[in-house]
């Protein structure tokens, strides 16, 4: 019997067989940001270990730092600026690359790794972050873990994990015009349930995947943990060579040639068997929006928001009827035409150049509605220089949006920045739980595409109507 590509991965790492499922793994690559870094490197100094491979270890300062310009260590997050001074400290003290605030390499973690060719097909990676899966987007296998593990990580180049379950996703057909990676992962999430994915190694396949971008994979593969999945990832492919080729941190020369030969093998075989699978018609497909607390409240932008009183399970039912009190709406509502606050470009679900590209090709010659606050943060500094270099921070100025320096900024809420109570944003990034972007808020996840067309329309609106895509 064949194997997938999960189980040729997992294989290639295995260290030890510890029973019960349960396996040593070896560890390529581990990830730290200061939110969580300090912490694991705390550890390690208090147990008294050292960092085996200094090299193998990367620092980014992206959760807690401000993306406003002229932006230091001070920080709006209580407590923030010693994160970030500790974190420092510990990782030059361990001989850890850091992507510091003011350096050109300064990003989100999960926009870093892979531009910088940190992140690898075949690789293993690891981070303190529930987002890295997204780098499962080049055909790496990684996932988030905890400070505690980070520390062991760090001390060992090994972790103990049980082995997951695998499935296979396959979107087929071709997408419609104005749909992307994230009207798919939301339409899997609300036809299959948050927790539709938990327990397994989520590959992404079919036809519709290997016509998307890398980066568009890296978007899919993001919100695989919303989906409750240990992990997403896509097969490498010509795609991804030529994508990594050139990296900063990818093989060079001889090296090269090497790995491209091996990741050319990095596919599931034709007879392998997964312990589930779910086949998507591209057809059914529509650019979506979320209209309640978890993403799988996730309807086409034509859809209304749905009536508790439809669904026999008095839990489900009951959950409805709170994020419905949450977000202010009532059964039947639709969502064209719902007035908004704020729009929100940025994360490491949305925030590289093609989507930035997307979402100004809405934006051009448009101004953003009054009464709407509208922000674009790049997701590295490489993002925002590249964009810059082709005018798109002017058309984002131009249109009313403040154009921000790379960070997660509001993606999530800290403690620092934040949209306001009672506020209704629609937002390119993964989670739309309640308070995720401040104490109260109403976060509507969408494509940066639907964020900028309702941005211009001060409502949510159907980008397909603006042109442009």
Same mark, same amino acid.
């Not at 034509?302 to 026999?312: E, F, H, K, L, M």
């Not at 104490?439 to 996840?445: A, C, F």
């Not at 409502?459 to 397909?464: C, G, N, Q, S, T």
């Given at each position: ?57 990367? %620092? !980014?300062? #992206?959760?807690?730092?401000? =993306?406003?310009? &002229?932006? /230091? ?5 209580? $407590?923030? @600026? ?43 990676? %690891? !981070?303190? #972050?529930?987002?890295?899966? =997204?780098?499962? &987007?080049? /055909? ?5 873990? $905890?400070? @505690? ?56 396949? /079919? ?216 506020q209704r944003v629609v937002t390119s990034t993964n989670r ?38």
């Open positions: 019997m064949g194997q997938s590509l999960v189980e040729k991965l997992w294989e290639r790492h295995c260290v030890a067989d510890l029973g019960d499922g349960t396996d040593l793994v070896y560890i390529d690559r581990v990830l730290l940001h200061e939110r969580t870094g300090s912490m694991a490197l705390k550890g390690l100094k208090e147990q008294g270990r050292a960092v085996r491979h200094p090299d193998r270890a990367f %620092v !980014c300062m #992206d959760h807690i730092v401000d =993306t406003l310009p &002229g932006r /230091g260590d001070a920080t709006t997050m209580p $407590g923030g @600026t010693a994160f970030i001074q500790e974190t420092r400290a510990a990782a030059q003290a361990a001989g850890i690359r850091i992507f510091d605030i003011g350096d050109d390499r300064q990003g989100i973690v999960h926009v870093v790794s892979p531009e910088q060719g940190i992140a690898l097909p075949g690789a293993t990676l %690891v !981070c303190p #972050d529930s987002h890295t899966c =997204t780098q499962g &987007g080049l /055909g790496a296998l990684a996932w988030g873990i $905890g400070s @505690t593990e980070a520390a062991h990580a760090l001390a060992t180049q090994t972790l103990v994990v049980r082995r997951p379950k695998t499935m296979r996703v396959r979107f087929e057909g071709a997408l419609a015009p104005g749909v992307g990676a994230k009207d798919m992962i939301l339409h899997l999430i609300a036809a299959q349930g948050a927790s539709g994915g938990a327990g397994y190694a989520i590959e992404f396949a /079919g036809g519709a995947v290997a016509a998307l971008s890398v980066e568009a994979r890296m978007t899919l593969c993001n919100m695989a943990v919303e989906f409750a999945a240990w992990t997403g990832l896509v097969a490498p492919d010509a795609k991804t060579i030529d994508w990594v080729r050139g990296r900063p941190f990818a093989p060079k020369g001889d090296l090269w040639d090497t790995a491209v030969a091996d990741w050319r093998d990095l596919t599931s075989d034709a007879d392998a068997v997964f312990d589930r699978e779910i086949v998507i018609d591209c057809a059914d497909i529509a650019p979506t929006i979320t209209w309640g607390t978890s993403p799988q409240h996730a309807v086409p932008l034509s859809g209304r928001v749905p009536d508790p009183a439809d669904i026999t399970d008095a839990t489900a039912a009951q959950a409805q009827r709170r994020a419905q009190d949450y977000m202010g709406l009532t059964p039947g509502t639709p969502l064209i035409g719902l007035p908004i606050d704020g729009a929100f470009i940025g994360s490491c679900t949305n925030s590289r150049l093609s989507d930035l590209r997307a979402a100004a090709s809405i934006l051009k010659g448009r101004k953003v509605a009054k009464g709407v606050r509208a922000i674009c943060v790049p997701g590295s500094m490489q993002v925002k220089a590249a964009a810059e270099a082709e005018g798109l921070h002017l058309v984002f100025r131009d249109a009313g949006f403040e154009w921000r320096e790379s960070g997660c900024s509001m993606c999530f809420f800290a403690g620092g920045e934040h949209f306001g109570k009672g739309n739980f309640e308070n995720r972007q401040g104490p109260g808020t109403r976060s509507h996840l969408a494509s940066p595409v639907t964020v900028a067309a309702s941005a211009i329309a001060g409502h949510i609106a159907d980008p397909r109507t603006l042109g442009g895509l």
